[in-house]
């Protein structure tokens, strides 16, 4: 079966940082593009980040570009995002997606963890 | 406010068909064959129902169809059923620093 289960979830203080990780499991996971997509409580679906199979390439939304670090171990089957200076605006579920095969850019997401809520919050 | 715009609700009854729209600009949706449309039930993650504007995964319900004119994509759900009711939301490749975006989302309600 094919998983990703998200951890490192939190309620963490304006300023500070955290560490988001995705095990992967069922695939090949370096075949794979990996990305990060939040989700307001209640509201919409926002990219974050994503990386390459290969980790050659990377990209950030502008709202978290120079806070966010997305990087993976591809033999440990893991994702990850380091969040720096932490903003109330950050708080979200935080989803794991994989992207369809052929291309790193955030073209389609074919499988998604369930999520991991990070609250920004003093 | 989401790059791409997408009505807030629609309804049908059982059986019936309709549509969702989803309007971006020519450096998202107009510019690239890279539409995709995710099904959300409440609580759950989302579940890939088309990709590049038209293409449906393996499992997806021949029910479900993509197509994009200009810079207007459009989900089309035919023979309304019960477990269709959930929120809908598009997503683009975008050509913008942001390489990804998505609407609003759309809740669909089954009457």
């Known amino acids: 079966e094919v998983l990703l289960v998200e951890s490192g979830g939190g309620l963490v203080q304006p300023g500070r940082s955290l560490r988001l990780s995705c095990a992967a499991s069922?695939?090949?996971?370096?075949?794979?593009?990996m990305h990060w997509v939040r989700q307001d409580p209640g509201k919409g679906l926002e990219w974050v980040s994503g990386?390459?199979?290969?980790?050659?390439?990377?990209g950030y939304a502008d709202s978290v570009k120079g806070r966010f670090t997305i990087s993976r171990d591809n033999a440990k089957n893991s994702l990850y995002l380091q969040m720096h200076s932490l903003r109330a605006e950050d708080t979200a579920l935080y989803y794991c997606?994989?992207?369809?095969?052929?291309?790193?850019?955030?073209?389609?997401?074919?499988?998604w963890g369930q999520g991991t809520t990070v609250t920004v919050s003093s | 406010q989401s790059a791409l715009t997408q009505p807030a609700s629609v309804s049908g009854s059982p059986g019936q068909s309709i549509t969702i729209s989803c309007t971006g600009t020519?450096?998202?949706?107009?510019?690239?064959?890279?539409v995709s449309w995710y099904q959300q039930h409440p609580g759950k993650a989302p579940k890939l129902m088309i990709y590049?504007?038209?293409k449906r995964p393996s499992g997806v319900s021949n029910r479900f169809s993509g197509s994009k004119s200009g810079n207007t994509a459009s989900l089309t759900i035919s023979g309304l059923q019960a477990e269709d009711e959930a929120d809908y939301y598009c997503?683009?490749?975008?050509?913008?620093?942001?390489?990804?975006?998505f609407g609003g989302g759309t809740k669909l309600t089954v009457l």
């Open positions: 997606a994989r992207a369809v095969a052929g291309t790193w850019i955030p073209r389609a997401f074919d499988i």
């Open positions: 069922g695939f090949t996971f370096d075949d794979y593009a």
């Open positions: 990386i390459g199979g290969d980790s050659g390439n990377i």
């Open positions: 020519s450096s998202d949706v107009g510019g690239y064959n890279f």
């Open positions: 590049d504007v038209s």
């Open positions: 997503s683009s490749y975008a050509s913008s620093s942001t390489l990804g975006v």
